[in-house]
Structures are given as structure tokens and as C-alpha cells.
């Protein structure tokens, strides 16, 4: 069973900057892609960014040029930095992996952003 642990989470004001980790039971190359999502209250969980096992990434329109997804491949380890924060990305972080048809989570980090 893939085990996903994300950290990193917490309360910053407007402006600031988190960086999210998020470490895999195993080698983090056996996945397609590796990904952060995110769920607001009353809101659909959304993808954030990902990075794709050729480095290849994609993000949220609304998060481009602010947050920046990396990997790690010896530490088995995705990150999320998040830069210039706004109230609106205030939510759950999940990381997530992807091999063939099959999705991993994690548990969730919560990040709140007061303005």
C-alpha cells in the first residue's frame, strides 16, 4: 500500500509563503506523475500542480508564477512551494500520485491564509 505524508501546512498572512512536502512509501520514479490538489469548504477539490515523471509540469491558472511544484527523486519527495499568498488559497493541500489507472492521497495539510 502507497503511503503518501504531506507537512508544511499552516496559517501565514496575505504575501507570504509555505513550502509543502509531501514523502512517498517508495520510489517516487514507479509513478506517472506526482500532483497537488486542493479542496476549499463547499468547494470541489481542484489540481494544483503536477510534475509529470519526465519533470514536465503543469499548474492552476490562478496559482502560475506564484507556486512552484519540484521533486526529489532520493528523498522520495515532492514540494509545493507557494509564494505571494492570497486569502482564496486557503484549503486543504493533497498530495497525490498516479500510476496507471490507480490515484494515491495523502491525508491532507491544511493552509490558511488570513488577510
Known amino acids: 500500500q502507497v503511503q503518501l505524508v504531506e507537512s508544511g501546512g499552516g496559517l501565514v498572512q496575505a504575501g507570504g509563503s509555505l513550502r509543502l512536502s509531501c514523502v512517498a512509501s517508495?520510489?517516487?520514479?514507479?509513478?506517472?506523475?506526482m500532483a497537488w490538489y486542493r479542496q476549499a469548504p463547499g468547494k470541489q477539490r481542484e489540481l494544483v500542480a503536477q510534475?509529470?515523471?519526465?519533470?514536465?509540469?503543469n499548474y492552476l491558472d490562478s496559482v502560475k508564477g506564484r507556486f512552484t511544484i519540484s521533486r526529489d527523486n532520493a528523498k522520495n519527495a515532492v514540494y509545493l512551494q507557494m509564494n505571494a499568498l492570497k486569502p482564496e488559497d486557503t484549503a486543504v493541500y493533497y498530495c497525490?500520485?498516479?500510476?496507471?489507472?490507480?490515484?494515491?492521497w495523502g491525508q491532507g495539510t491544511q493552509v490558511t491564509v488570513s488577510s
Open positions: 497525490n500520485a498516479k500510476r496507471g489507472p490507480l490515484y494515491y
Open positions: 517508495e520510489n517516487i520514479w514507479h509513478f506517472n506523475a
Open positions: 510534475i509529470f515523471s519526465s519533470s514536465i509540469t
